[in-house]
């Protein structure tokens, strides 16, 4: 029997549904529901005769994981959550002591944008390695960015990898000038590398 709160499996589905609510309609059982993995909407009425062919997911505990992947886990979580608890995140888990004018243009202004696509361009030493760390690592701590691109003068590309690394932890795999896409003729080189 399909109880609400359960959590089934069948052919009907690629994953398992957690049942949000169960209906009788003549020959037919509708089941509305989410997918527990995607999230996925459900609401499929399935013939009365078909319903054997579902079968209920037992859920247990198991306290026998390997220690580091459950921390691992955790932290996952507690970064994914961060963002709402701490506005202020990439700053406070950076090497950095930002002045407060770039705080206000990182999370004053930049931020908050619905799409965010800014050109930094300032005199030398204002800080533009320390605003662009600082947006850089805000979203992907958020999950809202795979792919960076950072486009800087030629003789600055050494310091600007290093201090990334060094004050963001943020590794930067590739340097694209012409001799790289000399050497890579008929390869796309943004295909191997996400920063």
């Known amino acids: 029997m399909i109880t609400e709160g359960k ?57 026998f994981s390997n220690p580091e992947n459950v921390f691992f886990v955790v932290e996952a979580t507690r970064f994914k959550y961060a963002s709402i608890f701490d506005p202020l995140l990439a700053m406070n888990v950076s090497k950095i002591d930002p002045l407060p004018f770039q705080i206000e243009a990182v999370y004053g202004y930049v931020l908050k944008q619905p799409r965010i696509r800014f050109l930094i361009a300032d005199d030398p030493g204002a800080g533009k390695t320390v605003m662009a760390g600082l947006i850089l690592k805000e979203l992907k701590l958020r ?33 694209f000038d012409r001799s790289v896409f000399n050497n890579n003729y008929g390869e796309n080189p943004w295909e191997k590398n996400d920063q």
Do not use: C
């Open 143 to 175: 999950g809202l960015v795979k792919r960076i691109l950072i486009v800087i003068p030629g003789h600055l590309k050494e310091q600007w990898i290093r201090e990334l690394k060094d004050k963001f932890d943020e590794t930067f795999t590739a340097i």
């Open 7 to 63: 959590v089934i499996k069948g052919p009907f589905w690629k994953e398992p549904v957690k049942v949000e609510k169960v209906e009788e309609i003549g020959g037919y059982v509708r089941i509305v529901g989410s997918t527990t993995h995607s999230k996925k909407y459900v609401d499929q009425i399935i013939k009365r005769e078909e319903v054997n062919k579902l079968e209920m997911v037992e859920s247990h505990l198991d306290f």
